[in-house]
């Protein structure tokens, strides 16, 4: 049995669409406010930020800012984005769930695996009907925000088989390098081709993951 870790955001959900203006409206106050200087922000600055637990962006982004601050920013972000979501600007990557589907029924065991909190993993979860592909979840703050490869550690006595994770950012490919896992980089997603590089296969489509999986599994 071959167990695909699936990343989400950037791998499977296009987060850009809620992030986006989300990061732009949060930027917006805390300049407002005299905490940062204004700025504008392209969506590569901000894409870049996509992949990391909130906790860890937030103390790399702007680590000069009193905590408090922080993490009334961080906690300001996340209920926009929640709102977005559930507004239905959010979206599953077009062809996603098609190719969750196949996966699923070709017998693979689908496992979620993101740098997320817990209620941003059940609001994704009811809005997009993850239960419908995945047969297991997990989060980073289940984990008290360790690394993914160590999260790996922890998850990996409880499945039998084999693994491989796919996903768009560093924190993935290195989940797959540490352990000695094969691993499919998303390019289509928002971490540079070089931080994909040790990935075996790099995609270009997400509809381009089957293929790949079986490439690595046959």
Known sequence: MTNLIFDYDGTIHNSMLTYAPAFRDT??????????AEKEYTDHEISC??????????????????PEIR???RLMLG????????????????????????????????????????HYLE??????????????????EAFDFIPKYEIFRKIAPSHSGSFTVIGDRFHDIETAARNGL????????????EELSQADIIVDHIKDIPYAVKQLTD
């Open 71 to 73: 993490e009334k920013a």
């Open 182 to 193: 094969s691993s499919i980089g998303c390019a289509y997603g928002f971490g540079s081709r």
């Open 123 to 140: 609001r994704h979860k009811r809005v997009f009907g993850l239960d419908r592909f995945f047969d297991f979840f997990y989060c980073c």
């Open 27 to 36: 930027m917006k106050w805390l300049s407002d406010n005299g905490y940062i």
């Open 79 to 118: 209920k926009d984005m929640a709102e977005r979501v559930d507004s239905g600007e959010g979206a599953l990557y077009d062809g996603a769930e098609e190719v969750l589907s196949e996966l699923k029924k070709s017998g693979y065991t689908l496992i979620f695996m993101s740098n997320c909190r817990f």
């Open 49 to 66: 930020w996509l992949g990391f637990n909130s906790t860890d962006m937030w103390n790399a982004f702007h680590p000069e800012l009193d």
